[in-house]
């Protein structure tokens, strides 16, 4: 069965990672890459996937989204985590390919109408396009299959505060709107993303197999596993993108639990991801909000052989 997915992503070293893995996923169509600020700004995020496009040969859309917060000022970014192109010390060639004039919110919408029930939204940054585009288009969440998204932490500590998670705290008002529609929403939060740290020779693995895509990941992941790797004896990084893609392909390799959830939006919990699992609170807050779906566990080996396989084609 092959999955249609649009990628929304803010590349960044693990959305790159992601994003080659999708391309070389031969039951995953990519329909197009909606970029969004996040790591880096939107306009070079969107330029980011445009150099992901033409490295991997790939000639799908890509567009611009939003650049801002739904509310409050313009975000700090993260270029200490992914450097100050998003990619780690590499200072990437300016790409030849334009993007799609569209906006990243319409992209989606349009893409939706297109093929009814068929597209799974798979995010992997702040959640600002897709709170627009169930504002352009109120029936989204019945004219898609599903919503994936790598944010969040319903069980765990955060990574930007100690309750929240990058993607959500970087646009908690627009998660707390998707988080509330009316679709599948699984989520792929640090619960499960941080509890797998994969190593130096992963990386090496992945060039090893595939030069040209897996090469640019391990180059890029220099700078980002210094960053990972401080305060710890071990050298890791953490690949948090490319778990929600994993688990489209293959479900059985990872636990979820089911739960109400709600986002923080006050000054201390601001894009915490509060999750109740049914029956465990009398409070209508939670009962009367969505249920989702949050992974708790992965098979750690199958799933660092599935994305080895993978770069290898
Ligand atoms: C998330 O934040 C970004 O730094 C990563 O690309 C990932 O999407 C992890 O918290
Ligand atoms: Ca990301």
């Known amino acids: 069965m092959t999955h249609k997915i649009i990628l929304d992503t803010d590349p960044g070293i693990d959305d790159a990672m992601a994003i080659f893995f999708a391309f070389q996923s031969p039951d995953i169509d990519v329909l197009g890459l909606t970029t969004v600020y996040g790591n880096v700004p939107v306009n070079m995020s969107a330029q980011n996937a445009l150099t992901l496009c033409e490295i991997a040969g790939k000639d799908i859309p890509v567009t611009k989204g939003v650049g801002m917060p739904w509310v409050g000022p313009e975000s700090s970014y993260a270029h200490f985590v992914h450097g100050e192109h998003g990619f780690g010390h590499i200072k990437p060639e300016p790409p030849k390919r334009e ?13 939706a109408r297109q093929y009814p029930g068929e597209i799974t939204l798979v995010a992997i940054g702040p959640l600002g396009n897709l709170a627009l585009a169930l504002r352009l ?76 895509l897996g090469g ?21 990084c953490f690949f948090h993108d490319a778990f929600p893609i994993a688990h489209l392909r293959h479900p059985e390799l990872f636990e979820l639990t089911e739960g109400h959830v709600r986002v923080g939006t006050g000054e201390l919990d601001r894009g915490q991801t509060v999750v109740a699992p049914k029956g465990t609170t009398p409070s209508p807050l939670w009962n009367n909000a969505n249920t989702i779906k949050v992974a708790t566990g992965v098979n750690h080996s199958q799933l660092e052989q599935l994305f080895i396989d993978t770069y290898a084609g």
């Not at 993007?99 to 893409?111: E, G, K, N, T, W």
């Not at 640019?216 to 890791?236: G, H, I, L």
């Open 99 to 111: 993007l799609d004039p569209r906006s990243s919110a319409q992209f989606i919408v349009d893409m």
């Open 137 to 212: 288009e109120p029936e989204l969440p019945k004219l898609v299959k599903g919503v994936s998204i790598m944010g969040g932490a319903a069980f765990v500590r955060g990574n930007v505060t100690p309750v929240a998670e990058a993607n959500i705290w970087n646009d908690a008002y627009a998660a707390e709107i998707v988080f509330a529609a009316d679709w599948d929403l699984t989520m792929f939060g640090l619960d499960v993303t941080n509890n797998v740290p994969f190593k130096p020779e992963f990386v090496d693995l992945l060039a090893q197999n595939n030069p040209e």
């Open 216 to 236: 640019f990941v391990k180059e890029s992941a220099q700078f980002y596993m210094d960053f990972y790797s401080q305060n710890r004896d071990d050298r890791v």
